[in-house]
């Protein structure tokens, strides 16, 4: 069976998944299924036969029902702005395809309450692009933590550091707007906190300070004038984990000098560990249990090669120890999704998990609104309809 596939979007993420079909077969023999792009949707015609082209796919389209209404699809890609997943998704659920969502979710939290009523009737195979998650570097910190190698987790920190929004003449295109669901936030502390919960386990509450370092920007498109900047630049997080660690998340666009910075410490009573993803190759590892001793015995850092050393039926291409890239991780998440469809059970990270981060972003904002410690009661981990992991959010005195 060949696996019919419609992608809605095709700016730079779209690609990233259309790419991820392409190379699929050299980096996993066998492949997870067989799947054929066929159907590609864009805001304008133009856009979407132009890459119709580019992929061999059969249809341009503008509307998104051409794919999630289509009996012939079988898989669904959401790679559009954040304001335009929603109804998206709800259709394609409605229509049980098999759904690949970028993330975030959705852009608000009341679109995440609906996503959370229709799972009850939905029956397709989902997953959301948390594609950090899927470097062999962070797939052996998973491994090592559930060894027990950290012991206790104490504490953590993550920054996720972007330096595009760090010049004031740049442009408020629509990830620097509420409506379509921007702000630092969404865009990059969303997988820093699925990366934390992931790794370092659920977070329970969390204090946040916002940043909006130029009010106004000029307008998108070279069309002149300027406009008011309505989210976040920058975003400073105090979280507290059911465990009872605590540790802070930073996400920010205004970083000076940095490119696409995503740093994870985690720190424990036997060990400690250290991500960087400007140099995914390696996983850092601290093991306090062994002895020191004159001249510091063999107590310190270990650097591990993780490189591209990814579990059959990887194939090792190009080689384990080639240096491995941000894509090499999408295409990884993406068999790992297709992997899930071929087994017929449901992906992780799901739709109950991007439900969660949005309800957790949600949460950011509240307290960076109102200065005051939000959280969430959910040690039982249920999913409601309300969209809330066990209820409703609370304030909570630090």
């Known amino acids: ?40 949707v864009t805001g304008r015609m133009e856009t979407a036969e132009k890459a119709r082209q580019m992929l061999g796919a059969d249809v341009a389209a503008t509307d998104f029902r051409a794919v999630t209404e289509n009996p012939e699809i079988d898989i669904v890609h959401i790679c559009t702005p954040n304001d335009r997943h929603c ?37 397709g195979t989902a997953q959301m692009t948390f594609q950090c998650r899927f470097f062999p570097a962070t797939l052996r910190a998973k491994q090592l933590i559930e060894e027990g190698r950290l012991g206790r987790i104490l504490q953590f920190r993550a920054a996720y550091l972007h330096a595009g929004s760090a010049d004031p003449n740049a442009p408020a295109r629509w990830k620097l707007t509420a409506a379509a669901g921007g702000g630092v936030i969404a865009d990059l502390a969303s997988h820093a906190i699925d990366l934390v919960e992931h790794l370092a386990g659920p977070i329970c509450a969390v204090m946040a300070d916002t940043l909006v370092a130029y009010p106004e920007r000029p307008a998108p498109g070279n069309v002149g004038g300027r406009v ?20 802070t998340i930073e996400a920010t666009k205004i970083a000076t000098g940095a490119e696409d910075e995503l740093r994870l410490e985690i720190h424990g009573t036997h060990g400690a ?49 080639a240096a491995i890239g941000w894509t090499r991780a999408h295409v990884a998440s993406l068999a790992n ?14 739709l109950e998990q991007g439900i969660r981060v949005q309800n957790l972003m949600e949460s950011v904002r509240k307290a960076a609104r109102g200065k005051k410690w939000q959280t969430h009661p959910d040690n039982d981990q249920r999913l409601t309809a309300e969209g809330q992991l066990g209820g409703p959010a609370q304030e909570i005195n630090p």
Not at 9 to 32: E, N, Q, R
Not at 338 to 349: H, V
Request: net charge neutral; aromatic share 10%.
């Open 1 to 40: 069976m060949t696996y019919r596939v419609g992608i809605l979007g095709f700016g730079m993420i779209g690609k990233v998944h259309a790419y991820g079909y392409a190379t699929l077969p050299f980096y996993y023999d066998p492949p997870p299924l067989v799947a054929r792009i066929t159907h590609i």
């Open 87 to 123: 109804e998206a998704l709800l259709s394609a659920m409605a229509h049980q395809k098999h759904i690949y969502c970028d993330k975030p979710l959705v852009a608000t939290v009341e679109e995440a309450r609906q996503i959370a009523a229709a799972l009850h009737d939905y029956r």
């Open 228 to 247: 008011t900047v309505d989210v976040e630049d920058s975003a400073l997080i105090l979280a507290r984990l059911h465990s009872g660690a605590h540790g």
């Open 273 to 321: 560990m250290r991500f960087n993803l400007m140099d995914p190759h390696h996983l850092e590892f601290y093991d306090a249990t062994v002895p020191s001793g004159p001249l510091g015995g063999l107590r310190g850092w270990n650097r591990i090669d993780a490189g591209q050393r990814y579990a059959a039926p990887a194939t090792g291409f190009p080689t384990p120890k």
């Open 337 to 350: 999704f297709l992997q899930a469809i071929a087994e017929k059970r449901q992906a992780s990270p799901g």
